[in-house]
């Protein structure tokens, strides 16, 4: 079983950048094939993808996001990070890490992080 907890601050104040760390835990060495991500979902609104890293490093963002994004990772803290450059109110939200397992058949397992409120105000 494979947990996952974000952390970070709460509360961003407009045009700095949001900071949160993805820790993952528990047994998922038998999987070679997986991708770490990052979504998101504003008050009111769906969840919203905001981009991944593949188990190799491989990167991808959501195109809206892009030029602002940045997702870097640490592996022998088996942790991940999330920075989102000039945040606005529009960024408000709650926001989850996931890890997306790829077995060998190509069946897919996700597990994800409880989420956490980062709210963007002066």
């Known amino acids: 079983q494979v947990q996952l907890q974000e952390s970070g601050p709460g509360l961003v104040k407009p045009s700095q950048t949001l900071s949160l760390t993805c820790t993952v835990s528990g047994d998922s060495a038998t999987i070679n094939n997986y991708y770490w991500s990052w979504s998101r979902q504003p008050p009111g609104k769906g969840l919203e993808w905001v981009g991944a890293?593949?188990?190799?490093?491989?990167?991808y963002y959501s195109l809206t996001l892009k030029s602002r994004t940045s997702i870097t990772r640490n592996t022998s803290k088996n942790q991940f990070t999330l920075q989102l450059t000039s945040v606005t109110p529009e960024n408000t939200a709650i926001y989850f890490c996931?890890?997306?397992?790829?077995?060998?058949?190509?069946?897919?397992?996700?597990?994800w992080g409880q989420g956490t409120q980062v709210t963007v105000s002066s």
């Open positions: 890293m593949s188990f190799s490093g491989s990167l």
């Open positions: 996931a890890e997306h397992d790829i077995s060998s058949s190509g069946s897919t397992l996700d597990y």
